[in-house]
């Protein structure tokens, strides 16, 4: 395996820790993927890292309330030390369009940024 497929690989279980994360409200998973000083953007919303988490941790779980595992992960493009990727989140009633840039520091890759908005299924 190459230096690249490797890092590619790593992204990707990023992402799925990313799904898992949203699907069963671990907040827990999600901050440890998530940079403490990241702001995630919507259009007209800015989020800290801590006060996403919070709405994900009182907000209803979708494995609990029957939502189907149905994210996916639309491209990844991988850069050297960095990666953007894209990805499609049936959340709850809402359909969602992701792009999460990652870095890679200290050897572990982390999403630094995210912008998201509503997407039409």
Known sequence: MTQESGAFLTVLDVVQQYFE?????DTQ???RIFDPQI???SPGIRRTRDQWLQL?????TPRD???PFAYQVL???VMGNQAMVKVSCP???????????????NNQWTVVSKMYADYPS
């Open 91 to 105: 959340l709850l009633d809402q359909h969602y369009l992701d792009y999460l840039g990652l870095v890679r520091e």
């Open 65 to 67: 309330a029957g939502y």
């Open 56 to 60: 994900v941790r009182t907000r209803p």
């Open 39 to 41: 702001v995630l953007i």
């Open 21 to 25: 994360g949203l699907h069963h409200a």
């Open 29 to 31: 998973k999600l901050a």
């Open 75 to 77: 491209a990844i493009e």
